[in-house]
């Protein structure tokens, strides 16, 4: 749970680096996990996964054209999701919910690259 709201922290860096293109997805992907992953709205989970997704190939699309390292950080959030899905399918719950927060700290990571890349880029 933590982890969302560390997501927070990529508005304020994304805001400070001029690339506002990116709050188009961010933002809203930010609110939708706050609100799954403490449970502030029931049935948030598709919502989450689509806008999630949504902001993922945003992401993906600018740093196909920018950095590869960027591109290795994104594609590693979906091998750890498929990893944390397995814990999850045997019942080990805590192990698959720290694969989880790895991934946002992940996209954390790599939006952060991102940004100051594009930052170095346009400047």
Known sequence: EIS???LISNIFFTI???????LLTEIP??????????????NM???????VQHAFWHHMYIAYYHSNF????YILCPILYTISQIFHYKNEIYISEV???????????A????????YDFYN
């Open 29 to 42: 992907m930010i609110l939708t996990s706050i609100l799954y992953h403490h449970n502030l709205v029931s």
């Open 4 to 6: 969302s709201i560390f």
């Open 45 to 51: 989970r598709i919502t989450d996964i689509v806008v």
């Open 16 to 22: 400070y680096n001029d690339n506002y293109i990116f």
């Open 111 to 118: 939006t952060l690259f991102l940004n100051l890349i594009l």
């Open 70 to 73: 960027v591109i290795c950080l």
């Open 99 to 109: 694969f989880h927060a790895c991934i946002h700290y992940t996209l954390s990571l």
